[in-house]
């Protein structure tokens, strides 16, 4: 599997989210949140400040999910990258 572009193959994280009172918020309750943090498993060819392997938060109301061999990833473009962890 090789990304082409500006396109970032990613395994999403499933995190707890801890609010600034330190109550933790549930997958569900995170879900209403607009970043989610990812693994970049594959950067595009063109990609050249993201690498394999790095956390990254991205924009979650950007790309698409995708399933290859049995294993979900989602596919997002560079732009959509918000911070590299």
Do not use: W
């Not at 970049?40 to 999910?65: H, M, Q």
């Amino acid at each position: 599997m090789k990304a082409i572009n500006k396109y970032i193959i990613i395994k999403t994280v499933d995190e707890e989210v801890k609010t600034s009172s330190g109550f933790f918020l549930s997958a569900k309750e995170s879900d209403s949140m607009r970043y989610k943090k990812g693994v970049v498993v594959e950067p595009g060819s063109n990609v050249e400040t993201i690498k394999s392997g790095d956390e990254i938060l991205y924009d979650k109301a950007r790309g698409f999910t995708i399933i290859i061999d049995g294993e979900t990833y989602t596919i997002i473009v560079e732009n959509d990258v918000i911070v590299v962890l």
